[in-house]
């Protein structure tokens, strides 16, 4: 196998993305470029699927880009699930940059440089290519979060997401330059080979401890910041709900699956040595008090939300939380049975939650035409007795479905109306085909998880 | 000759033809009498009287165990395998298909959307019949089937079907039909949506009565939930959005405590033989110290008493009820309840005999307290009359946990029993206030009076159901009190010293049964007809006469030939309760043992007491 079979995602998306931004500068009708966007997501997924197949990438080619790029079961799992997200998600760009006079095709450009960036993210085994896929990821996002530009909001997001986005970004970078010091290495087997051994591992001098605790702490809490786990949250709400609805699912989609995938290497890879690793002096209870403030405050504050898409913004800073108390059930108390079924169990969340939350946002897409958008939950009262099939959002939010079915709109209080395009019909459908099948024969795709867990670290 | 022959040939054929009428001279009489007997009625109405009235017969008659047949099956019991393998699994998916191809029908079709929904019930109630063929073993499953699901979490489609539950899916077989059938009376808007859901609701009820793996049972515990929660929410009063969110949050927060019961089971069960497995067989050769069991039982207890619901956490149920919409009362009454009795016995009794054991005397107390006494008192004192009739259900649902806990064979079987009693009388209970609710759309006990006059058949309907529920000797409610108070008079093992005080408790709540109901009656039915509104209420329509009819009748049947009923159960109840009282009376192990895998020759033994 050559190595430029074996790195194929990767060069679909970018030979995609060079293609797709050439297309749109000669093409007039740019909805025509959600389908390009779709077919590059689709083929770098089946590239992805199919090296998996062939029973992933040989050692001996793998090794050519290894410790930069790790080519394992677990980049190929992510880079399937990342690429099933972006693809429903530009799926819902398709129908939704239309319909609000929004159609412009750099839109499709950002999302799959961004992707390309995410998967990067999640092969990255070394530090500084880590680096470099976070901020691949992350600019696309934050172009993509103010492209509302007529809409205050939309702009306030963006600089918020930005500003704080930089920040954690430069704190990670920190981090990464103290463990550099610490270790004298910047692959991430590379530290845990100089971390282990020994009482204080085989660092030469005990004294610089401190120094690699300090940059655990400042690389959790950049990673923190990107899966938008509490304390670190602030900037996700406005930054969802300002975005375009496309552009929320597939930060709360592809970037969060992506950040948790690089989560997973660092801390289960490179603090997976005993002493970072345990209960009473590494990261866990620190992750795991990370999980619990989470879902706790995540999901009282969804509850009070009365803007639909701000409540999906808090659901899915609650999903961050489930996906810590999964990072903490990875590590297993180092036992490694109980370890390796928290890392399939984990992976197969992931996969899940990108179908589950691709829907919901295609289906709050689907509920709102130009100028009658579904913003407040009093929008949508009623909306299940006037357009049924747009009312799928019922099977995925309750209190969604509280409004869409029990509540008479108020009088004269603004109504969503549905939209139709049939790429929205088209994510939602695929979305819902693949729920029930995980759903009901889960056997496959939680094989595959366990396999792509074993093949981490 | 030619004439001998005929004579012969004749006489041949009519032979068979009169050892039908030799065997069936009781259906006969009985359609006669039932075309004869109502004289004021027009045609129709008789004809289908006396339908009912032969399928009565027939119905009873099928049952009624044939004594040459029964000797033949001693003699040469069925060797081959069951006779309808995937029975069970029909049942759980004939409604799930039919929900599917409500789905696909246009919304302006209401009447295909009807067709297709009764139509699929009547499929579900004909699979239902082919129960009856399946041969009763004693202490076995009756019907077993169980295939891998998810095998790297243990997680199998295990479904099984015995004494304990055959009676409660032929009870929802049979009224969700007719909680469907009324409902289209009286809904009109949004009538697929509405199908939809009770179909989806039937097959998760039937699937969570014939569960065996735990995974699944959870799953179809779940999926329970949110149909009904769209029945109360959508279609209800006008307070619904608040109560389906209470009934919701409550169930909820019970079935959660028993997700982590479950996943606490299941990794005890891996550590010590290695696979993980959720099947309640399995789980049942865990032996636990009592601590543990303790904390596992109230997990799954909760769950199923919420549900149940048993005071003191059954305050969701009146607010549920009273703004649930009629056919969605019927079913929450009639069917829903008794998955928490069911899961109380099957799950909480069966993993977990000794922390079941030491709790069920104080949960008896409980029951005839919180349950049979407060909730009748409570019931005395309302004027909404579905809120009476809920409140009702607090009182018998005491009736069907205090023969659980008491834990004999009379009782137990007397608690399934009246599991199906109170469905049919409640049932018919809810229908019949929805009746009048159509008509003046208040439930105000002040509203009414005197109606008797203006609606007989509403009034003389009433009456029965009402004699039914506060247990007239010769209806169904009779049988199955008495066989709870007795049982728990005679329950010195598991209840102690308090067994006979609590039956004295749970007859006077018969006598307080009697009190609301008959006050309710009396001062809704009689006296004089002083609302003007009331003077010119129509009677039960014919929609409505059909719904009833199959209740009535299910009524005297159980009233009078409760054998017939409790004949199938105790082949299962029996052996459940001995091996219930081998394995508390043994001493609970110090720690978590696992009992060795039961020999597959001497296999179908449910549940092998732990050593």
């Known amino acids: ?457 | 000759m030619n004439t001998q022959q005929a004579v012969a040939d004749n006489a041949h054929a009519l032979q068979p033809l009169a050892a039908f009428a030799a065997k069936s001279w009781p259906v006969i009489a009985a359609g006669a009498a039932g075309a004869l007997v109502p004289r004021r009625e027009s045609r129709t109405e008789r004809f289908w009287f006396a339908v009912a009235a032969a399928l009565t017969v027939l119905f009873v008659m099928l049952l009624w165990p044939d004594a040459a047949k029964v000797a033949e099956e001693a003699v040469a019991p069925a060797a081959e395998g069951p006779a309808y393998p995937h029975l069970i699994s029909w049942l759980i998916f004939i409604p799930v298909i039919g929900s599917a191809v409500v789905l696909f029908t246009p919304r302006q079709a209401t009447r295909a959307v009807q067709l297709v929904t009764m139509l699929t019930m009547a499929a579900e109630l004909g699979a239902t019949a082919l129960l009856f063929k399946v041969p009763i073993q004693e202490g076995k499953w009756w019907l077993e089937e169980s295939v891998q699901w998810i095998p790297s979490w243990g997680i199998k489609y295990h479904v099984a079907l015995d004494g304990i539950s055959f009676w409660l899916i032929v009870l929802t077989s049979v009224l969700t039909p007719v909680a469907v059938w009324v409902s289209y009376g009286s809904i009109h808007t949004r009538l697929k949506d509405f199908s939809f859901a009770f179909l989806m609701l039937q097959g998760a009820m039937v699937g969570s009565l014939v569960a065996i793996d735990l995974f699944l049972f959870y799953v179809m515990w779940e999926a329970m939930l949110i149909p009904m929660y769209v029945l109360i929410g959508v279609w209800g009063g006008v307070d619904r959005v608040k109560a389906a969110i209470k009934f919701f949050l409550y169930t909820m927060a019970g079935s959660m405590l028993m997700l982590v019961a479950i996943l606490w089971l299941v990794f005890k069960y891996k550590s010590l033989a290695g696979t993980p497995s959720f099947d309640l067989e399995d789980l049942q050769r865990l032996g636990l110290p009592l601590a543990a069991q303790k904390w596992l039982f109230a997990g799954f207890a909760l769950a199923f008493l919420i549900k149940v619901p048993m005071f003191p956490v059954h305050t969701w149920l009146p607010d549920a009820h009273t703004q649930a919409p009629t056919g969605g009362s019927i079913i929450l009454a009639a069917v829903l309840l008794k998955l928490g009795s069911y899961g109380y016995i099957r799950f909480g009794m069966g993993l977990f005999p000794h922390a079941a054991h030491d709790a069920g005397a104080t949960l008896a107390g409980v029951a005839v307290v919180g349950g049979i006494i407060y909730g009748a008192l409570c019931a005395l004192k309302q004027n909404d009359v579905k809120r009476l009739v809920a409140y009702s259900s607090v009182s018998h649902l005491g009736y069907v946990m205090l023969g659980i806990f008491a834990c004999n064979p009379a009782s137990m079987e007397g608690s399934i029993l009246q599991m199906v009693n109170h469905g049919i009388s409640t049932g018919a209970l809810f229908l019949l206030v929805g009746v009048i609710y159509d008509r003046r759309h208040t439930r105000e006990v002040g509203e009414y009076g005197g109606i008797a006059k203006v609606m007989p058949w509403f009034a003389a309907v009433w009456v029965i159901v009402t004699f039914s529920s506060i247990g007239l000797p010769g209806t169904n409610g009779f049988i199955g009190e008495w066989l709870v108070i007795s049982g728990a008079f005679m329950s010195h093992g598991t209840l102690g010293q308090w067994g006979r005080s609590q039956a004295i408790g749970a007859a006077v709540g018969v006598i307080l049964g009697a009190a609301y109901m008959l006050t309710v009656t009396q001062k809704v039915f009689y006296g004089p007809l002083d609302n003007p509104k009331n003077k010119h209420l129509p009677d039960l329509t014919r929609r409505e006469s059909i719904a009833l009819a199959p209740l009535i009748v299910l009524i005297f049947a159980i009233g009078l030939f409760p054998r017939v009923f409790t004949e199938p159960m105790h082949a299962s109840v029996a052996p459940f309760i001995q091996s219930f009282n081998a394995k508390w009376r043994a001493p609970a192990p110090e720690k978590p043992v696992l009992a060795p895998a039961p020999e597959p020759a001497a296999g179908a033994a449910a549940a092998k007491p732990v050593e």
């Open chain 1, 1 to 457: 196998m050559s190595i430029w079979f074996a790195l194929s995602p990767l060069l679909i998306l970018t030979f995609g993305v060079l293609g797709l931004m050439l297309a749109d500068a000669f093409s007039k009708r740019h909805s025509d470029l959600a389908l390009g966007s779709f077919i590059t997501f689709f083929g770098a997924g089946l590239m992805a699927i199919g090296l998996w197949i062939m029973g992933g990438v040989p050692a001996e080619v793998a090794a050519k880009v290894a410790p930069w790029i790790i080519l394992d079961k677990f980049t190929l799992f992510f880079t399937a699930t990342l690429c099933l997200g972006g693809a429903i998600s530009s799926l819902l760009a398709g129908g939704y940059l239309p319909e609000h006079d929004l159609d412009r095709g750099e839109f499709y450009a950002l999302m799959l440089l961004s992707a390309i960036g995410a998967v990067l993210l999640a092969a990255a085994g070394e530090i500084l290519a880590l680096f470099i896929g976070l901020e691949t990821m992350s600019l696309g996002v934050y172009a993509m979060t103010a492209f509302r530009r007529t809409n205050p909001r939309s702009a306030e997001g963006a600089l918020k997401y930005f500003l704080l986005g930089s920040f954690a970004a430069a704190l990670m970078l920190y981090g990464g330059a103290l463990l550099y010091g610490a270790t004298g290495t910047t692959t991430l087997v590379g530290i845990r080979d100089a971390l282990t051994g020994g009482q204080f591992g085989s660092l030469r001098d005990p004294s610089r401890l401190p120094t690699v605790v300090l940059s655990m702490v400042f690389i959790l809490v950049g990673l923190a910041f990107k899966i938008s786990a509490v304390p670190f949250h602030m900037w996700t709400p406005d930054a969802y709900q300002g975005a375009p609805t496309p552009a929320t699912a597939f930060m709360s989609v592809v970037v969060k699956g992506a950040a948790l995938a690089t989560m997973m290497r660092v801390m289960l890879v490179a603090f997976g040595d005993k002493a970072s690793a345990s209960w009473s002096s590494g990261w866990p209870p620190v992750v795991a008090g990370l999980a619990i403030a989470t879902m706790v405050v995540a999901n009282l504050i969804a509850i009070r939300q009365e803007n639909v898409k701000r409540m999906l913004a808090y659901s899915s800073i609650a999903h961050a939380g489930y996906l810590l108390v999964g990072l903490v059930a990875a590590w297993g108390q180092g036992d490694p049975a109980v370890a390796a079924e928290g890392r399939a169990a984990l992976l197969f969340y992931i996969l899940q939650y990108t179908v589950t939350t691709a829907g919901a946002f295609g289906a709050l897409i689907l509920c709102g035409s130009r100028g009658r958008e579904a913003v407040t939950y009093e929008g949508l009262s009623g909306l299940g007795r006037r357009h049924p099939a747009a009312a799928l959002a019922a099977y995925y939010y309750l209190r969604v479905l509280v409004h869409l079915y029990m509540r008479e709109p108020a009088p004269g209080a603004p109504q969503a109306i549905p939209m139709r395009s049939g790429y929205v019909y088209a994510a939602l459908l695929i979305s819902a085909a693949l729920l029930l099948y995980f759903g009901i024969m889960p056997g496959r795709s939680l094989e595959m998880a366990v396999a792509a867990a074993k093949s981490l670290g």
